[in-house]
């Protein structure tokens, strides 16, 4: 088969970019068992969140409005209100199409039979998609949007019915081949596969949802383990203006040329790049936990399964009195691990971690990152005034200054021969990270892609 569709067309700005992406993806793929270094329950327990934050970010991405509180509460069974019985039931099937994509994802081929039987399990609930569920489309699905005067526009014009079992047989087809053969790199061969199953839109509705699915499916499949313990969906719906734009861009684009998927592709590798940092602040935590009790690892599970919680409800979880709780609880908001919120009255705990509107790969280090941002782009090195004065300036205590040079968690660290204070591994990966955002961040929105 003709191989060149997975040529993508790219400066060579690009080049360098895509070239140190993928060496940076895949030696964190090399790394990933010796970095494994938690408990097997553990591993479990960050499975479970994993599926809740992607259940809600594939879902939000296409307008849903459940939190991930209320993502935890569908995904155990339990109502939220009739007004939103719509988006309790697409993330019901979301959450067990990746369940079954995470424990099957070895005997699920890359074949068409396979990807309609996923769309079946992705729509199983929504009973207004019953007639069309785990099928190729009856009816034009063109991208449309709704002015106030009640005109509707075609933004994006899909494969037609007629074309679109043709259409995803050589796609299918294709993809399989590359991936078997790897004359070309698998993270490239994906890439191509899911913005053109975009531009096809082969089912009716759900292609969105079923495309972020079929991502981490296929990542599985090429060895990328560790997947299911860190959301790329999150990534996504963080940066949700780019990962439109980086589709919407490429779509338009590969009309007239079928390798102008560069846009796209590059996003795609910065955003999993972004999911592999999230999982290394993962992991630092859970390390960290390794000092922490039992009952403090316990508490830790039920905010995760929960999203938020207050005192009492993990007094009765644990069957404990509430000073000892509150205790437990201040020791873990001291570790960073826990934030408090609201007064002491009424106050709820969450992950620190999960705060609303963060960009794509900060973690509990984003107080930081700013700062760590100026001293890489000083070239990775600071005078010890200059750096005071840099805290200072980002509305910091002088004193923060120490903690970056922290035994554990440190940032910085302190050059003996010239005095100065030099970037860490870790200190550049929340400046990168960080960086990476901002560029996200300035990128226009210019209306939605082809997703559902």
Known sequence: MNLTRYQPTLTPAQVAELLRLLGDIDEFKGHWRKLREIRAERLGDLRH?????????????????????????????????????????DVRGYGELLETIFSHFKEIP??????????????????????????????????????????????????????????????????????????????????????????????????????????????????????????????????????????????????????AFGEWLLFFLRALRAQQQNLIAKLDIERSMVQLSEVQERILTIVDQSGRVTSSLVANRLKLPGRTVRYHLDVLIQHGLLEPIGERRGRTYRRSSDKPGAVAGQGPDSRNAAILTEVLERGGRIEATALRELVVRHGSDARMVGSMHGRRLAYLRRDRQSGESVLTARGREIAERHLFALRLARLPARGAPATE
Not at 53 to 73: D, F
Not at 199 to 217: I, K, M, Y
């Open 49 to 89: 969140v994993t599926t809740i934050e992607s259940a809600g970010s594939s879902t939000r991405i296409e307008g849903a409005e459940l939190s991930n509180e209320e993502v935890a509460r569908v995904l155990r069974g339990l109502p939220v209100d009739s007004f939103r019985a719509r988006d309790a039931s």
């Open 110 to 259: 890359l074949e068409e039979r396979y990807i309609k039987q996923l769309h079946g399990i992705l729509l199983q609930y929504s009973e207004r998609d019953s007639w069309h569920r785990g099928e190729y489309k009856k009816n034009d699905n063109h991208v449309e949007a709704r002015h106030a005067d009640g005109r509707i526009e075609v933004i994006f014009r899909t494969a037609t019915p007629f074309d679109t079992p043709r259409l995803m047989t050589d796609l299918v087809e294709h993809a399989r081949f590359a991936l078997l053969t790897r004359d070309v790199h698998p993270l490239v061969v994906i890439a191509h596969l899911l913005v053109v199953f975009l531009v096809v839109h082969p089912f009716q509705d759900g292609n969105g949802r079923l495309s972020r699915a079929l991502t981490s499916l296929l990542l599985l499949g090429a060895g990328y383990e560790y997947v299911p313990y860190a959301s790329l969906e999150r990534v996504m719906e963080e940066n949700k203006g780019a990962y439109y734009v980086a589709l919407r861009n490429s779509q338009l684009a590969m009309r007239e040329d079928p390798t």
